[in-house]
């Protein structure tokens, strides 16, 4: 069945430091691929978004490049900030119009 | 635009107690969905609805688990007899059409 699979964590970096998060799926088909944040004790917000093959997802200088040939969706972000610091969730959209998440990458950004 | 409302948001109750959701969507967004989030994982799927019909429920734990969605608005998620891995995050979430679904904030139960 589709599922995500999602880098563990958690990761600390200092400020201003890059950031890449991975994130590998399987699905049958052409899903649309996703990352969400979650800050804390708030609920999911749709971060950036890439519906097909070589497209790129930006958002907040956060970026993920949907590469079928790889079946990828890494989320990098180039100077990472205190403010950044919070949960991280690729997620794809399967048949059925159905969303299936990973388990989630905290991410610690220290001053 | 008013975003996906959820109550309450914090609920404390006792293992066989019982405890109720409610969720009112984004207006207009046909598909509507319940997720239980616990605590260090990603949101696990519970029930789908498009419009007041059921898409997917196989992960809904029927003996202990139900969920309605009257007029194809709002929904009520309903645990009876709670037990204490049921603590969790409750998330309601709905979709306009594909591609993007928005999440509430979240209800947060506790089973003691």
């Known amino acids: 069945g589709d599922s995500v699979t999602q880098m563990e964590g958690p990761v600390t970096l200092s400020e201003e430091a890059f950031l890449t998060i991975n994130c590998t799926y399987t699905?049958?088909?052409?899903?649309?691929l996703f990352w969400y944040v979650q800050y804390p004790g708030e609920g999911l917000q749709l971060l950036l978004k890439?519906?097909?093959?070589?497209d790129k997802g930006s958002n907040k200088g956060f970026e993920a490049t949907y590469r079928k040939e790889t079946t990828s969706f890494h989320l990098e972000k180039g100077s990472v900030q205190v403010s950044d610091s919070a949960v991280y969730f690729c997620?794809?959209?399967?048949?059925?119009?159905?969303?299936?998440f990973g388990t989630g990458t905290s991410l610690t950004v220290i001053p | 635009e008013a975003g996906v409302a959820q109550s309450p948001r914090y609920k404390i109750i006792e293992k066989r107690q019982s405890v109720a959701f409610w969720c009112n969507p984004i207006?207009?967004?046909?598909?509507l969905y319940w997720y239980q989030q616990i605590l260090g994982q990603g949101p696990k799927l519970l029930i789908q609805?498009?419009?007041?019909?059921?898409?997917?429920d196989s992960q809904l734990p029927k003996d202990r688990f139900s969920a309605e969605r009257l007029k194809g608005v709002d929904s009520t998620l309903k645990i009876q007899p709670a037990k204490l891995e049921d603590s969790a995050v409750y998330l309601c979430?709905?979709?306009?059409?594909?591609?993007?679904?928005?999440f509430g904030e979240g209800s947060w139960l506790t089973v003691v």
């Open positions: 979430a709905s979709s306009l059409n594909r591609n993007t679904i928005y």
């Open positions: 699905a049958t088909g052409y899903p649309s």
């Open positions: 890439a519906t097909k093959a070589d």
């Open positions: 997620a794809l959209e399967g048949t059925g119009n159905q969303f299936y």
């Open positions: 207006s207009g967004h046909a598909t």
């Open positions: 609805f498009q419009n007041n019909g059921v898409v997917d």
